[in-house]
C-alpha cells in the first residue's frame, strides 16, 4: 500500500462522512421474494418517481469520495440508464467499486448493461452478484417466479465467461438463510461452488418485516453455523489486490459470526443489540425517489433530498438527524435484534474498538486450520 492508498483509507475508516452508499436506483421489480423486506415500496409502484440523472448529479456534488457504491433496487438492471448514474459517481465521487445485487431473471438485459459498464469504467471494479437461494422449484418458490433458477444460474454462467475478457469485474453469488432455505442451504452453496467460477460465495440471514413473517421464524442456528463455516473455507479469489482485501474478507467473514450472536441473545434477551451502530458516518442509504434513510431495516426518513434542493449536507446536518443517529449509536430499542450484515461490517471495520475481538476470531479461524491440516 503506498502513501496515497494510506491516506485515502484512512480518510474511509476514520471520517466522520460515509463513503460506503447503498442507493436504491429504482423500487421496481420483477420478482416477488417471500424474505423481501422492500416489498411495501415494491408494491406501492413509486418507481415512476426514480430521481432524474439531473438529480443525482446535483445530489452527488455533496456526497466526499465514495470507496463503495451499492447501485440496488428491487431490481436495478431494470432501470435503463445505470452507465449513466455510474458515470456521474465515478466524475463527481471518484468512486472505486460498484456493487450491483441482482436476481439474474434478465440474462440478456443483464449481460449487455454489464458489458457496457465494464468496457465503459475500466478503472472502476464491478461486484455483480446474483441471488441463488435454492435449487429448481424451491428457488422458483421462494422467488416468486416460475424458471427464476434457470434463468438466474444462465445469468451466473454467462457473467463468469464475461469475467474472461473483463478484469475489472468480480462475480458472486448470494443465498439467503432463512426457514425455507435453512435445510438445503449447504446443498445450494455445494453447487455454486462446484458449478460456476466465483469470486466470492456470500450468505445473508432475513431480516427486516419480510413479506412472508414465517421466513424468520424456527431458524435452526446450528445450520447457520455449518453455513457460515463453509462460505469462510471457500474464501475469496478476487479482490486480493485491493490494499484492505483480508482486512475487509476478515471484517466479513466475523460478521457472520456475531449475527449467529446477536440471533441467539435475541432468542432469550429480546432487548439485545450486539455491535454499535453510525448511521450516516459508517453508511449512507438513498431511496429512489430522494429520501435519505435512517438504514435499509427502519422505515425512517431524514428528509428528502428534493425538498432541500438537492443539499444531501443540509439534511445530514439538521438537529433531528444528528439526535437520531445519536440515539441509534447509543443503542436505541428499535435496532434491538438487527442482523443488517452491511451496517455491521461497517460498524466493525470503522471502529478500532472492535479489533481486539476481530484479531482473536481470526487468530482462531487460523488455529483451527493449521489443527484441521
Not at 426518513?301 to 443539499?311: D, I, Q
Amino acid at each position: 500500500m503506498n502513501i496515497g492508498q494510506l491516506v485515502s483509507w484512512s480518510k474511509i475508516l476514520f471520517s466522520s462522512q460515509s463513503r460506503y452508499l447503498l442507493f436504491h436506483v429504482t423500487s421496481m421489480c420483477n420478482a416477488r421474494c417471500k424474505h423481501c423486506f422492500y416489498w411495501e415500496s415494491i408494491e406501492s409502484k413509486n418507481y415512476t418517481d426514480n430521481l432524474t440523472l439531473d438529480e443525482i448529479e446535483m445530489f452527488s456534488s455533496y456526497l466526499p469520495q465514495q470507496e463503495i457504491i451499492n447501485l440496488c433496487g428491487a431490481e436495478a438492471f431494470l432501470r435503463h440508464d445505470l452507465a449513466d448514474i455510474t458515470e456521474i459517481f465515478s466524475r463527481k465521487n471518484k468512486v472505486n467499486i460498484i456493487a450491483i445485487p441482482s436476481n439474474g431473471i434478465l440474462t440478456d438485459q443483464i449481460l449487455k448493461k454489464a458489458q457496457s459498464l465494464l468496457s465503459r469504467f475500466p478503472h472502476i471494479a464491478f461486484r455483480m452478484t446474483i441471488s441463488i437461494d435454492a435449487l429448481g422449484d424451491v428457488h422458483d418458490q421462494f422467488r416468486g417466479v416460475q424458471g427464476c433458477f434457470e434463468k438466474a444460474t444462465r445469468t451466473l454462467a454467462q457473467l463468469c465467461e464475461l469475467k474472461k475478457h473483463y478484469k475489472n469485474l468480480l462475480v458472486l453469488t448470494n443465498t439467503t438463510f432463512s426457514a425455507s432455505t435453512q435445510n438445503s442451504i449447504l446443498e445450494t452453496l455445494s453447487y455454486l461452488v462446484d458449478n460456476f467460477d466465483l469470486d466470492t460465495i456470500s450468505m445473508t440471514m432475513v431480516r427486516g418485516d419480510p413479506k412472508d413473517p414465517s421466513q424468520r421464524r424456527s431458524l435452526d442456528l446450528k445450520k447457520y453455523r455449518e453455513a457460515v463455516q463453509y462460505v469462510t473455507r471457500y474464501g475469496r479469489k478476487g479482490f486480493k489486490a485491493h490494499p484492505l482485501a483480508d482486512f475487509i474478507w476478515n471484517a466479513t467473514c466475523y460478521t457472520r459470526e456475531r449475527v449467529a450472536q446477536i440471533v441467539e441473545k435475541t432468542l432469550t434477551h429480546p432487548s439485545t443489540r450486539g455491535f454499535t451502530c453510525s448511521p450516516t458516518e459508517d453508511f449512507l442509504v438513498i431511496e429512489n425517489n430522494g429520501d435519505i434513510k435512517l438504514c435499509e431495516i427502519i422505515d425512517k426518513s431524514l428528509g428528502n433530498l428534493r425538498k432541500f434542493n438537492y443539499r444531501l449536507d443540509q439534511i445530514l446536518e439538521l438537529p433531528e438527524t444528528r439526535k437520531l443517529v445519536e440515539h441509534v449509536k447509543s443503542g436505541a430499542d428499535m435496532c434491538n435484534g438487527c442482523t443488517w450484515e452491511c451496517a455491521m461490517r461497517s460498524s466493525i471495520i470503522s471502529s478500532p474498538m472492535e479489533y481486539p475481538k476481530l484479531g482473536a476470531y481470526v487468530a482462531k479461524q487460523t488455529f483451527s486450520k493449521y489443527l484441521a491440516a
